[in-house]
């Protein structure tokens, strides 16, 4: 097994797509480095100058009003907790950078979806190649065991994912603490957002492997792509479209991303609207749900299971010319 995973190795790593894809993920994601130190910036004095006073006011207003603003809030049948209004602060008014852990932590939100999909696409691509070039045809002559070749298949590329995702995720988290260091700010929660590059690495390889099976069963590089665009229409037009809607809204703890933002966020919190009938009037209110983290890790291992349990059952009995 472990010279089919080399000889898979080598293919991989020779392949033109594989540089390509990896080289546009990183320019991107180093292009995504200018938004990252401008939020660490502090600003200048003039700037400072100009929004200090629209910060005061605002503190003033807040002061004198927030408990009148929570109770109307309250009373209109939302919960204390979504009436919440939280004092202004001088992030919110551009007087200080904003926190380190908040920047990479959308940092790493944009890196590790942005890799994941690009795995994705390679994953199917690796596989979808090879059954239109005809050399899956030509290898399987020499190595007979089906099984075997498509466990050295997809351990290569889920290997491959968790290496490209864990390079990543470092490289957010170290460019980010460089850029801070340099504006003189402070550099916290540091082992939060390490727990959650490394929740990345699962969400990488969720996507790798899915990508693979994909192509295995379409047989063509193509069918991964084409599945992953019709289902990102699926996704515009449930939340874009249908997002309003109450039974919309009650979906996600059974969709892909909601689980996959649950793996990645350690827990996924989403808003149901609903409409009651009340003496009033219609009242439109929000409840608050969470898809937990446990919810989305077993989601996807029972996902993951039937899909690689189907694409070898079609690889074993199907014929690949």
């Not at 797509?17 to 938004?35: D, E, G, K, R, S």
């Not at 602060?89 to 890196?111: H, I, M, R």
């Not at 070039?133 to 099984?147: E, V």
């Not at 070898?312 to 199907?318: A, D, E, G, S, Y």
Request: glycine share 6%; net charge neutral; proline share 3%.
């Amino acid at each position: 097994m472990m010279r089919l995973i080399k000889a898979e190795v080598n293919r991989l790593r020779s392949r033109r797509i594989t540089l390509v894809t990896l080289l546009a993920a990183f320019v991107a994601l180093a292009a995504f480095q200018i938004i990252v130190n401008v939020q660490l910036t502090p600003p200048s004095a003039q700037e400072v100058a100009a929004n200090q006073a629209a910060f005061e006011e605002s503190k003033k207003e807040w002061a004198a009003n927030h408990e009148m603003w929570e109770k109307d809030c309250t009373d209109s049948g939302m919960s204390p907790s979504q009436c919440a209004i939280p004092a202004p602060t001088e992030q919110d008014y551009g007087l200080t950078p904003a926190a380190f852990n908040t920047v990479v932590n959308d940092s790493l939100s944009v890196s590790t979806y942005l890799v994941a999909l690009a795995l994705f696409m390679l994953a199917g691509s690796y596989i979808g190649a090879e059954f239109s070039s005809g050399s899956l045809a030509n290898w399987l002559s020499f190595i007979p065991q089906r099984w075997r070749v498509f466990t050295s298949k997809i351990v290569t590329i889920t290997a491959f994912s968790l290496l490209v995702c864990a390079v990543a995720g470092t490289l957010m988290i170290a460019t980010a603490a460089i850029l801070a260091s340099i504006h003189g700010g402070d550099i916290t929660d540091v082992g939060k957002l390490v727990n959650k590059a490394l929740r990345g690495l699962a969400v990488g390889a969720i996507l790798t492997v899915l990508g693979f099976c994909i192509g295995l069963i379409t047989r063509h590089t193509a069918g991964a792509i084409g599945v992953l665009l019709g289902y990102l229409f699926v996704w515009f037009v449930r939340a874009a479209i249908l997002g309003g809607q109450e039974w919309a809204a009650r979906l996600t703890p059974w969709t892909p991303e909601g689980n996959l933002a649950a793996v990645l966020n350690n827990g996924h919190t989403y808003l149901v609207p609903v409409e009651e009938l009340t003496p009033q009037g219609l009242n439109y209110t929000t409840i608050e749900r969470v898809v937990s983290a446990t919810h989305g890790v077993v989601y996807w291992s029972v996902v993951l299971v039937a899909v690689v349990t189907l694409a070898l059952m079609i690889f074993q009995r199907r014929d690949v010319n």
